[in-house]
């Protein structure tokens, strides 16, 4: 059956409405259930001795102390869990030549970061095990640490692993074209040094695990806050030596994520490994110091990006250099190879222009390890691009407006293959810029910027245009060896009453999967969308899939949603027909009641047909098919992901004597398709901008020479609050996939993917008038007063 | 003192909390928010830093907003605290709620119970106050999924209709 999607008065319209999410009521009221909320009958409390060096050898653990304390169970050291524990290499054979070294749950010989685990002490309360671990006794010789990604391949730099021969990790040169022809004969050149701070996601409830092990199930059970139930279960399964089927992962609430939590930790596989041993239930709650200094960071570049243009500022060609530090292992399992891999992939992508190369190496330090975080690798190339773009207007003399125009993919240029190979379905860039310019009406933001300036107030305007990757086939992961699902299904079942259930592979981090899902499935079978109750997060119960990453939840988890409720739609009518004596196709399901499709006049409701189905199947024709439960599955095949696309405009003043940076309003435009439900894309985009303000202008992990985090809490550490943020206007073209029916694409990464891009260029717009340009995040006063050379010192 | 001590130390305090009494005996270091979660099953409060930062913990006792972090509970023999589910059963905080639940200012839930805190402080001072002093008040309470935006709508929502309701 198709879906009249144009028409609005539809019956069961539930796609594209702005119903309010089922969960947050509950949510409002404190009846969350995180994990730290979770109590188990006999359940203890683990915490970590950690490194307090960047790289030191483990000499001698001393535990005997601890050991004795009040309330401690029992301390286990690195060497006390290989037996219960193999440990992991982060690698995918897509990246070729990567390498990594074994990573232990607990350190084994060396400690290679500030935080990383060296010790776990059980006890009777989380205090008692904090004081526990304060008693672990651990002598290190401590050895130089790598700290400067810039000298991280000098010969003169120690091996972080000696085995891997040196400090790379990864790299990759993608190029297309003559690049250096194009760039010796081109009228303009400019070129730039980009730096995009290491940061991380402070996610405001930390990591999360309470790990169950039954000796008579030989079950592992696992309450995670997490983002990819299924892919822990792999995880736990395969390290600690148990079949998948016997490590169930259960993921209730979850206190954010943002791509913080969909990565395997030492400290919370360790916490499983100690259950499975001492068979009681064992929780680990992070503090926020520990938080900061093993959460994964993100985004620690340096780029150097170059681009030609014609005379009339035509794109000609762009070449890219990008070097990143990782810390000291590939973070598990996805790797930290691909938010480099996504600036090569992703620079110049809204560009239409056919010549580039570009560059990422991606190397060891004794940092914190980064990994995937909300929009990888995007806001760097997106800031990176749109830096580039600019400056190449100025240059020609072009208004930045006018210069996207001119070289922004065309609407109709679609399929579109970009210079370093993605492909995109169908984009609107056009569209979208020419909606914004007339909802923030550029032109009279123009003009103010003109007359403030002529009072010395400066103000700039940044845009950035941007593309999204989202829907991710299995060629993101799973190709490499990943036991990562790009696919996700749906369970949709009536029951007796009438009323549906959906069971679900991706997860509810807060963004509204599962009040999509519900809207979806109310529309697809034809009931009220509050008679439709979503299960999502339990290995055990749910279709496998692949949870909540790359923005997939609503195209890949709503699309099998919508087909599976389709079906369970088809059973009902086959079934409604033999109790009516009516062509199934003459029927329809509408709030919940079976009607002629022709008039809408109400024929039963659907509790009467689950009554007889579940009651008084003796009542119908033998051979009839009663199955009140339909589960389908989707995944992607004809592109590798599905890109949406979108430009910002941030709005701004420098105050050019202190150095501040007062945002006054940002806008957005973005694609993602069909929407579901405009005010829960609208505040992923809102929220997702925050991010990347966040990152243009605040927080940074910031290190000393020894690979000491200095910042390591929430009051030195800045995030965007309140008081500091803009308004912003959302604004929508909607282009929907051709690969599914429901058409929709992810929205939950396009906001953090543009924002820095545009707050950097907003900044240099109003400092253009002084000659100042600022390429270093985050943007904070101290590095607009160097810029402007208020500072020298 | 040193931590052990502390801890060893027990104090006997009786409060109400959510309008019934409670007596308890206590470790002398044991924070109030600790006392809510893991002595009366209260977990509606939420503890994002435990340094009195991010406002997750935001409670209110004998009439105030305190950071639940930070109030030690052996100071609170006789005192008066009020949780979000003390709140929700009243009703006194359903206004915000449902603007909240309305305008999705929300998305984990993590900060949600520490904002409503924050905010009905707001809301009882009256009048009408400006986007900008809302975002002024609302500036001790970390938010790091929505943005701030919808938060702020919910919350003019609600001293906008209850002025205009006077
Ligand atoms: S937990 Fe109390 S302010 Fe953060
Ligand atoms: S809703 Fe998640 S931190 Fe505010």
Not at chain 1, 229 to 243: I, R
Not at chain 1, 653 to 680: A, Q
Not at chain 2, 71 to 92: F, H, N
Request: glycine share 10%; net charge negative; proline share 4%.
């Amino acid at each position: 059956m198709r879906l009249d999607w144009g028409n609005p008065d539809r019956p069961n319209s539930y796609i594209g409405r702005s119903v309010p999410r089922p969960n947050a009521a509950r949510l409002v009221e404190g009846r969350g259930r995180y994990v730290d909320d979770i109590v188990l009958p006999r359940m203890l409390h683990v915490a970590f001795v950690r490194s307090p060096h960047a790289h030191a050898r483990i000499l001698r653990i001393a535990t005997d102390e601890a050991q004795s304390a009040k309330g401690v169970r029992r301390v286990f050291t690195g060497a006390d869990l290989c037996d219960v524990c193999s440990p992991w290499v982060a690698v995918l054979a897509h990246l070729k030549g990567i390498k990594s070294a074994p990573q232990h749950p607990i350190a084994v010989e060396r400690a290679t970061w500030t935080g990383e685990p060296v010790a776990a002490v059980v006890a009777e309360t989380r205090a008692a095990a904090e004081d526990g671990a304060a008693l672990v006794d651990v002598d290190y010789e401590v050895l130089p640490a790598v700290v400067d990604m810039e000298t991280a391949l000098d010969p003169a730099t120690p091996l972080i692993h000696p085995d891997l021969g040196d400090n790379l990790t990864f790299q990759r040169l993608h190029e297309k074209g003559d690049v250096d022809a194009i760039f010796s004969a081109a009228s303009h050149v400019v070129e730039a040094t980009f730096r995009t701070g290491r940061h991380t996601g402070v996610c405001l409830e930390p990591r999360s695990i309470l790990a169950e092990w039954n000796p008579g199930e030989r079950q592992l059970t696992v309450y995670h806050s997490t983002q990819a139930p299924h892919m822990m279960q792999s995880v736990l399964a395969k390290h600690l030596d148990l079949p998948e089927s016997r490590v169930r992962v259960i993921c209730g609430d979850v206190g954010g994520s943002y791509g913080i939590k969909v990565h395997v930790y030492p400290d919370e596989v360790a916490t499983a490994a100690i259950a499975r041993v001492m068979g009681r239930p064992i929780k680990f709650i992070a503090d926020r110091t520990e938080s900061f200094a093993t959460d994964i960071h993100a985004r620690d570049h340096r780029i150097t990006g170059r681009i030609a243009v014609d005379e009339n500022g035509k794109i000609l060609a762009i070449d890219i250099d990008d070097l990143t530090g990782i810390g000291p292992y590939s973070v598990y399992p996805r790797t930290s190879a691909i938010e480099g891999n996504q600036v090569v992939n992703l620079c110049g992508g809204p560009y239409d222009f056919q010549t580039y190369r570009a560059q990422t190496t991606v190397v060891l330090q004794n940092k914190t390890p980064t990994c995937q975080y909300r929009a990888v690798g995007h806001p760097i190339a997106c800031a990176v691009t749109e830096g580039l773009v600019d400056m190449a207007a100025e240059k020609v003399g072009l208004d930045p407006v006018e210069m996207r125009r001119r070289n922004l993919i065309a609407d109709d240029a679609y399929p579109y293959t970009s210079a370093a190979g993605m492909k995109f379905e169908a984009l609107s860039h056009h569209r979208s810029l020419e909606k914004l310019v007339a909802l923030m009406d550029y032109k009279g933001l123009r003009a103010e910027q003109a007359q403030l300036r002529e009072r010395g107030v400066y103000r700039g305007i940044g845009i950035a245009s941007f593309i999204e990757l989202t829907n991710p086939s299995p060629f993101m992961y799973g190709i490499g060896g990943a036991r990562i699902s790009a696919q996700d299904g749906c369970t949709v079942r009536m029951d007796p009453d009438g009323s549906v259930v959906a069971l679900s592979g991706v997860t509810e981090q807060g963004q509204g999967t599962e009040a999509i899902l519900a809207q979806i499935v109310a529309e697809a079978v034809g009931v009220e969308v509050g008679e439709v109750r979503i299960i999502t997060g339990d290995t055990q119960t749910t279709p496998y899939g692949g949870g909540t990453w790359a923005s997939r939840g609503a195209g890949i988890g709503g699309e099998a949603a919508l087909q599976a409720g389709l079906a369970l739609r088809a059973n009902i009518l086959e079934v409604a027909g033999a109790m009516l004596q009516a062509k199934a196709d003459t029927l329809d399901i509408r709030a919940g009641r079976i009607v002629d499709s022709n008039g809408g006049i109400e024929r039963m409701d659907l509790a009467e047909l689950g009554r007889i189905v579940y009651f008084r199947g003796d009542t119908l024709p033998r051979e009839l098919s009663r199955e009140m439960v339909a589960t389908r599955h989707y995944i992607t095949s004809e592109y590798a992901f599905a890109f949406t696309n979108g430009v910002q405009a941030s709005w701004l003043e420098v105050d050019v004597e202190t150095g501040f940076v007062k945002l006054l309003k940002h806008w957005c435009v973005e694609d993602c398709g069909r929407i579901i439900n405009p005010m829960l894309v609208d505040e992923q985009i809102r929220g997702g901008i925050v991010q990347g303000i966040g990152g243009a202008l605040y927080e940074e992990c910031l290190y000393d020479g020894d690979g000491q985090l200095l910042n390591a809490n929430m009051a030195d550490y800045l995030v965007p609050m309140a008081a500091e943020m803009p308004d912003m206007v959302v604004g929508h073209v909607e282009t929907p996939t051709a690969e599914s029916a429901l058409g929709a694409k992810g929205a939950g990464e396009a906001g953090t993917a543009g924002a820095p891009g545009a707050v950097m260029n907003g900044i240099n717009d109003a400092l253009r008038p002084l000659g100042a340009r600022l390429t270093e995040m985050p943007f904070t006063p101290e590095r607009v007063l160097r810029a402007l050379g208020k500072l020298t010192k | 003192m040193n931590a052990e001590g502390m801890f060893r130390r027990q104090v006997e305090v009786a409060l109400t909390v959510n309008g019934e009494p409670v007596e308890a005996r206590v470790d002398a270091g044991k924070h109030l928010v600790d006392f809510l979660r893991l002595d009366l099953g209260l977990t509606g409060s939420h503890a994002g830093c435990e340094h009195g930062v991010c406002g997750a913990c935001t409670i209110r006792v004998n009439g105030e907003i305190v950071r639940g972090c930070l109030v030690l509970t052996a100071q609170l023999d006789g005192a008066e605290v009020w949780t979000v589910e003390g709140v929700s059963e009243t009703g006194e905080m359903r206004a915000l709620q449902d603007a909240f639940v309305q305008r999705n200012a929300l998305q984990c839930g993590f900060c949600t119970p520490g904002m409503l805190f924050a905010a009905a402080e707001l809301v009882e001072r009256g009048g009408r106050p400006s986007r900008e002093e809302i975002r002024e008040h609302m500036s001790g309470n970390y938010c790091r999924c929505t943005g701030y935006e919808a938060i702020i709508d919910a919350i003019e929502q609600v001293t906008s209709d209850q002025e205009g309701a006077r």
